[in-house]
């Protein structure tokens, strides 16, 4: 990430490609939208202008003493420290007598005035409007929210000055405070407020165009609203305006609403244009809909601004789904997880959404956490699919496995069969630059790696422990700037290898065939941790001292029994790459392998149990016996492939093959990004218990707090947010202990709220607010005795099948503990810790999870059967019924009650 010296703090409106204007973080979607349509069609007539961007916005609040607004800004640089005076804005942090300008903010803007006379005549007056990073978005549209600010003398540099400070003082008026609380947005952070100074146009007539009717929802016709003079009055309501109704495939009106004794036509010329205009916008923004303010003075049409329409006829409330986090993260996760995780998510996606030149709301981002849980926003999501790749409301539906009453809802969107179209087109393109893309994957991933292996390495071998809190906080930060291009690349290969699913799923209609495509990738990390972990048990069971020590669960004396073995050399290199593991490994409050070894000890001799062979359990159904060989798995995979194209027309042919082969690379990269993340997890960890041992009072608080602490455990640091932290590191160890008090509270009422949300029941889909526990669905009965005609049906994940006494895990350490080799294991989720287990077990069958899990790609690489998202598995069977397994059909039935 750039410093914010080298972040430029205005940029030109219709500059140059590439120049920057068109990142949505940087200058706002207003600017980023006008910008991005002059890119594509420099026909469309602009007003000169320029943008002043939300660096020179956080600056102007850190010069102004306003730095508790502007979180994570604590200084500003002594170049722009500078004040130049201007009358003072009303606003909360900002109101002093005068209002104090950075010296580099101010020079930027009074060159960028003066740069607007290159393009012809210095204008007498300006518009200046607000470009917010959460406004104009395909979510929410803040409008009239921010103030506006029109015929400002462009002559006169204070006036120009005192329009900006007052439109970024909008920003904490009451209108927008309350917007964004109904919206539900919590933490806004100030200082996300780009300003879009243009010329001003005196128009004839002025207005609104809607490229979709907002009453009918049809996206066969457009609206427009307009007025003699200033459009402002049309978008604000002072004025009932003319309303024409156009049909756009062919340019006819439809209906026309004037009022009596005001009727104004709209020119012919005109309406051609505001059709043209209409066609030109939606190109751009992928067919999503736009609303466009215009203005035409008599000669030329004018686009003022433009942004993707958030209304529909119908009312709407979001809906919320845990399908793509329950695997993963389907438990209550503490507030520094999900504060980090959702800062991170949402930089990563502005990026991406950027590079593909679509508006990204952090504000209303994709995940949101309910009841201490994560859940993914549909609407958002089907949003941002609709604009890339022009996805129905019911193709997101199917994707989400919504309820039928769920789909029935009124979408945030419509996409036209021309936006589907265009849907297509992007696909073709992510084919076409498929090798390159994943040129790249694999570079900034391998590369990612190796670099956080070396650091976690450092911080490991004790290079933490000299830290001061502050050392500790730049380097967590650091580390959180440096994982947003990962995670940029994480989110871009799960959406590549999403699409490449579907479209094998379309061509293919055969899920077995599917899944055999996708087994024995090869090069995937977890599958190398796992053959190296079996490299240690053969090792273990061929040393004594290892052999005894393991067996006997001597396993906290690990280092003093194992000194000048072979396996203690084998096992602390293992622990350097791969100890960043551990159960909930994207918990960043779950210790990790390499700070508990006993763990991993305990894992080994886990799989040193061979147990009994399980071939007998029931006479009628054949049994899986060996796990097939890696060889093995290949060649059956390269069989599968043959049979997939054997299938298909000549035509097809070639374009299934390149389908199935970019699967199978992205399947293998989206594998191993998680792997990196789950590592630069346990790196941020590192850090955190650094500041944790250094304001809890059991660990040494004295050096940084005078003697006394500010927690009272090093626990309690996860109780806290992100933001939490921000505010409290850079304070003096006096000014910490004066807020003790409150950060205790903090802790406790946090701590509280995840005891009672670890109580409730968690809906899969819900719609608006959070069900109250009594709608929540009742679990299924478990499994009782004597039946044997219970089947439970999931997504056959690994071909194969397995008849054996189930061994239903709670938690890993269950399994770890008590697990025989040889059953089958049957869970709620899995992370990467739990795959070892694999090796053990006859067969997997998960609650949560689908084709391209983690689950069913380890599965997969070790050749037994498994069967994920199996709904009520670890409730309909006990641990030592008998099941038998079917990863071909996805089904797990029961055929023998364990014994009382």
Same mark, same amino acid.
């Given at each position: 990430m750039?410093?914010?010296?080298?972040?430029?703090?205005?940029?030109?409106?219709?500059?140059?490609?590439?120049?920057?204007?068109e990142d949505?973080?940087?200058?706002?979607?207003?600017?980023?939208?006008?910008?991005?349509?002059?890119?594509?069609?420099?026909?469309?007539?602009?007003?000169?202008g320029?943008?002043?961007?939300?660096?020179?916005?956080?600056l102007?609040?850190?010069?102004?003493?306003?730095?508790?607004?502007?979180?994570?800004?604590?200084?500003?640089?002594?170049?722009?420290?500078?004040?130049?005076?201007t009358?003072?804005?009303?606003?909360?942090?900002?109101?002093?007598?005068?209002?104090?300008?950075p010296?580099a903010?101010?020079?930027?803007?009074?060159a960028?005035?003066?740069?607007?006379?290159?393009?012809?005549?210095?204008?007498?007056?300006?518009?200046?409007?607000?470009?917010?990073?959460?406004e104009?978005?395909?979510?929410s549209?803040?409008?009239?929210?921010?103030?506006?600010?029109?015929?400002v003398?462009?002559?006169?540099?204070?006036?120009?000055?005192?329009?900006?400070?007052?439109?970024?003082?909008?920003?904490?008026?009451?209108?927008?405070?309350?917007?964004?609380i109904?919206?539900?947005?919590?933490?806004?952070?100030?200082?996300n407020?780009?300003?879009?100074?243009?010329?001003?146009?005196?128009?004839?007539?002025?207005?609104?165009?809607?490229?979709?009717?907002?009453?009918?929802?049809?996206?066969?016709?457009?609206?427009?609203?307009?007025?003699?003079?200033?459009g402002?009055?049309?978008?604000?309501?002072?004025?009932?305006p003319?309303?024409?109704v156009i049909d756009?495939?062919?340019?006819?009106?439809?209906?026309?609403?004037?009022?009596?004794?005001t009727?104004?036509?709209?020119?012919?010329?005109?309406?051609?244009?505001?059709?043209?205009?209409?066609?030109?916008?939606?190109?751009?923004?992928?067919?999503?809909?736009?609303?466009?303010?215009?203005?035409?003075?008599?000669a030329?049409?004018?686009?003022?601004?433009?942004?993707?329409?958030?209304?529909?006829?119908?009312?709407?409330q979001d809906?919320?789904?845990n399908?793509?986090?329950?695997?993963?993260?389907?438990?209550?996760?503490?507030?520094?997880?999900?504060?980090?995780?959702?800062?991170?998510?949402?930089?990563?996606?502005s990026?991406?959404?950027?590079?593909?030149?679509?508006p990204?709301s952090?504000?209303?981002?994709?995940?949101?956490?309910?009841?201490?849980?994560?859940?993914?926003?549909?609407n958002?999501?089907?949003?941002?699919?609709?604009?890339?790749?022009?996805?129905?409301?019911k193709q997101?539906?199917?994707?989400?496995?919504?309820?039928?009453?769920?789909?029935r809802?009124?979408?945030?969107?419509?996409?036209?069969?021309?936006?589907?179209?265009?849907?297509?087109?992007?696909?073709?393109?992510?084919?076409?630059?498929?090798?390159?893309?994943?040129?790249?994957?694999?570079?900034?991933?391998?590369?990612?790696?190796?670099?956080?292996?070396?650091?976690?390495?450092?911080?490991?071998?004790?290079?933490?422990?000299?830290?001061h809190?502050?050392d500790?906080?730049?380097?967590?930060?650091?580390?959180?700037?440096?994982?947003?291009?990962?995670?940029?690349?994480?989110?871009?290969?799960?959406?590549?290898?999403?699409?490449?699913?579907?479209?094998l799923?379309?061509?293919?209609?055969?899920?077995?065939?599917?899944?055999a495509?996708?087994?024995?990738?090869?090069?995937?990390?977890?599958a190398t941790?796992?053959?190296?972990?079996?490299?240690?048990?053969?090792?273990?069971?061929?040393?004594?001292?290892a052999?005894y020590?393991?067996?006997t669960?001597?396993?906290?004396e690990?280092?003093?029994?194992?000194?000048?073995?072979?396996?203690?050399?084998a096992?602390?290199?293992?622990l350097?790459e791969?100890?960043?593991?551990?159960?909930?490994?994207?918990?960043?409050?779950?210790?990790?392998?390499?700070?508990?070894p006993?763990?991993?000890?305990?894992?080994?001799?886990?799989?040193?149990?061979?147990?009994?062979?399980?071939?007998?359990?029931?006479?009628?159904?054949?049994?899986?016996?060996?796990?097939?060989s890696?060889?093995?798995l290949?060649?059956?995979?390269?069989?599968?492939?043959?049979m997939?194209?054997?299938?298909?027309?000549?035509?097809?042919?070639?374009?299934?093959?390149?389908?199935i082969?970019?699967?199978?690379?992205?399947?293998?990269?989206?594998?191993?990004?998680?792997?990196?993340?789950?590592?630069?997890?346990a790196l941020?960890?590192?850090?955190?218990?650094?500041?944790?041992?250094?304001?809890?009072?059991?660990?040494?608080?004295a050096?940084?707090?005078?003697?006394?602490?500010?927690?009272?455990?090093?626990?309690d640091?996860?109780?806290?947010?992100?933001?939490d932290l921000?505010e409290?590191?850079?304070?003096?160890?006096?000014q910490?202990?004066?807020?003790?008090q409150?950060?205790?509270?903090r802790?406790?009422?946090?701590r509280?709220?995840?005891?009672?949300?670890?109580?409730?029941?968690?809906?899969?889909?819900? /719609? *608006? +607010?959070?069900?109250?526990? @009594?709608n929540? !669905? #009742?679990? &299924? =009965?478990? $499994?009782?005795?004597? %039946?044997?005609?219970?089947v439970?049906?999931? /997504? *056959? +994940?690994?071909?194969?099948? @397995?008849?054996? !006494? #189930?061994? &239903? =895990?709670? $938690?890993?350490?269950? %399994?770890?503990?008590a697990?025989?080799?040889?059953?089958?294991?049957v869970?709620?989720?899995?992370?990467?810790?739990w795959?070892?287990?694999?090796?053990?077990?006859? %067969?997997?069958?998960v609650?949560?999870g689908?084709?391209?899990?983690?689950?069913?790609?380890?599965?997969?690489?070790?050749?037994?059967?498994?069967?994920?998202?199996?709904?009520?598995?670890?409730?309909?069977?006990?641990?030592?019924?008998v099941?038998?397994?079917?990863?071909?059909?996805?089904?797990?039935?029961?055929?023998?009650?364990?014994?009382?």
């Amino acid at each position: 990430m750039r410093e914010a010296t080298e972040v430029p703090l205005v940029l030109p409106l219709c500059g140059a490609a590439n120049s920057g204007a068109e990142d949505v973080a940087l200058c706002g979607a207003k600017a980023a939208n006008l910008n991005r349509v002059y890119a594509r069609c420099g026909e469309v007539h602009i007003p000169a202008g320029f943008v002043i961007t939300t660096v020179a916005h956080k600056l102007f609040l850190v010069v102004n003493h306003s730095a508790s607004s502007a979180p994570g800004t604590t200084s500003a640089p002594d170049e722009m420290a500078a004040g130049s005076g201007t009358p003072c804005v009303e606003a909360p942090d900002v109101c002093e007598e005068r209002c104090r300008w950075p010296e580099a903010v101010l020079r930027a803007i009074e060159a960028a005035l003066v740069g607007m006379t290159a393009a012809g005549p210095a204008p007498a007056l300006v518009a200046v409007r607000s470009s917010g990073a959460c406004e104009d978005s395909c979510v929410s549209a803040y409008a009239g929210l921010h103030d506006t600010f029109l015929d400002v003398d462009a002559g006169d540099i204070a006036h120009v000055l005192d329009a900006v400070a007052r439109c970024w003082a909008s920003e904490k008026s009451e209108r927008a405070e309350a917007y964004r609380i109904a919206q539900g947005v919590r933490d806004y952070q100030y200082g996300n407020l780009g300003v879009v100074i243009q010329a001003m146009v005196h128009p004839q007539l002025a207005g609104v165009l809607f490229t979709v009717n907002p009453l009918s929802n049809s996206t066969a016709e457009m609206v427009i609203n307009y007025s003699i003079g200033l459009g402002d009055a049309v978008v604000s309501g002072t004025v009932v305006p003319e309303q024409v109704v156009i049909d756009k495939k062919s340019g006819n009106v439809v209906t026309q609403t004037a009022q009596e004794g005001t009727e104004v036509a709209l020119p012919a010329p005109l309406c051609t244009s505001l059709l043209r205009l209409a066609r030109v916008a939606e190109t751009v923004s992928n067919r999503f809909p736009q609303d466009i303010e215009w203005a035409w003075d008599g000669a030329t049409l004018w686009m003022l601004q433009t942004r993707p329409v958030t209304t529909a006829p119908q009312s709407r409330q979001d809906i919320f789904s845990n399908k793509c986090t329950k695997e993963s993260m389907g438990y209550v996760i503490t507030p520094l997880t999900f504060s980090t995780f959702k800062e991170l998510i949402d930089s990563s996606m502005s990026m991406l959404c950027a590079s593909q030149g679509i508006p990204y709301s952090a504000e209303f981002g994709i995940y949101d956490l309910r009841r201490g849980r994560v859940y993914q926003n549909v609407n958002v999501t089907g949003a941002l699919s609709a604009r890339q790749f022009g996805a129905t409301w019911k193709q997101t539906c199917e994707e989400f496995e919504l309820p039928e009453e769920v789909c029935r809802l009124s979408p945030a969107y419509s996409v036209s069969a021309w936006g589907m179209v265009t849907g297509v087109t992007e696909v073709i393109k992510m084919m076409w630059k498929s090798g390159t893309f994943l040129a790249d994957v694999s570079g900034v991933v391998t590369a990612s790696r190796n670099d956080a292996l070396r650091r976690f390495a450092d911080a490991c071998q004790s290079e933490c422990d000299g830290m001061h809190l502050s050392d500790a906080f730049a380097e967590l930060e650091k580390l959180l700037r440096d994982f947003i291009g990962l995670g940029r690349v994480y989110m871009d290969v799960s959406i590549h290898t999403m699409v490449y699913s579907s479209l094998l799923t379309e061509l293919l209609h055969d899920p077995p065939l599917h899944t055999a495509l996708l087994t024995g990738l090869g090069d995937v990390w977890t599958a190398t941790q796992n053959e190296r972990l079996l490299g240690l048990v053969q090792l273990a069971e061929k040393e004594e001292r290892a052999k005894y020590l393991l067996l006997t669960g001597r396993h906290d004396e690990w280092r003093e029994q194992l000194q000048g073995t072979e396996f203690l050399e084998a096992f602390t290199q293992f622990l350097l790459e791969f100890g960043f593991r551990g159960d909930r490994e994207l918990e960043v409050a779950c210790p990790r392998w390499l700070e508990r070894p006993p763990l991993l000890l305990r894992l080994v001799a886990c799989l040193m149990d061979k147990g009994t062979d399980c071939g007998d359990c029931h006479e009628d159904v054949p049994v899986r016996r060996a796990k097939p060989s890696p060889q093995e798995l290949r060649v059956n995979r390269d069989a599968a492939v043959q049979m997939a194209l054997s299938r298909q027309s000549f035509l097809l042919r070639t374009p299934t093959k390149h389908v199935i082969g970019r699967l199978q690379e992205t399947t293998r990269w989206k594998e191993n990004a998680k792997s990196v993340v789950v590592l630069y997890i346990a790196l941020a960890r590192c850090y955190l218990r650094r500041m944790a041992s250094l304001l809890a009072a059991d660990e040494g608080a004295a050096t940084d707090c005078g003697g006394e602490s500010v927690l009272q455990s090093a626990e309690d640091i996860f109780y806290l947010s992100l933001d939490d932290l921000r505010e409290l590191v850079p304070l003096s160890p006096e000014q910490r202990l004066e807020h003790r008090q409150a950060v205790r509270a903090r802790v406790e009422v946090n701590r509280r709220q995840m005891q009672q949300h670890e109580g409730m029941v968690a809906p899969d889909v819900f /719609v *608006g +607010a959070f069900p109250a526990a @009594s709608n929540c !669905p #009742a679990a &299924v =009965a478990a $499994s009782s005795p004597g %039946a044997t005609d219970v089947v439970v049906t999931g /997504v *056959g +994940a690994s071909l194969g099948t @397995s008849v054996a !006494p #189930a061994f &239903v =895990a709670a $938690s890993i350490s269950d %399994a770890v503990r008590a697990m025989p080799a040889g059953h089958v294991l049957v869970c709620q989720a899995t992370d990467p810790a739990w795959t070892p287990l694999f090796l053990k077990a006859s %067969a997997v069958v998960v609650e949560y999870g689908g084709l391209l899990s983690h689950s069913a790609i380890t599965a997969r690489e070790l050749g037994i059967p498994a069967v994920v998202g199996a709904s009520h598995c670890t409730t309909v069977f006990h641990t030592g019924d008998v099941i038998a397994v079917d990863g071909r059909y996805g089904t797990a039935k029961l055929v023998k009650v364990a014994s009382p």
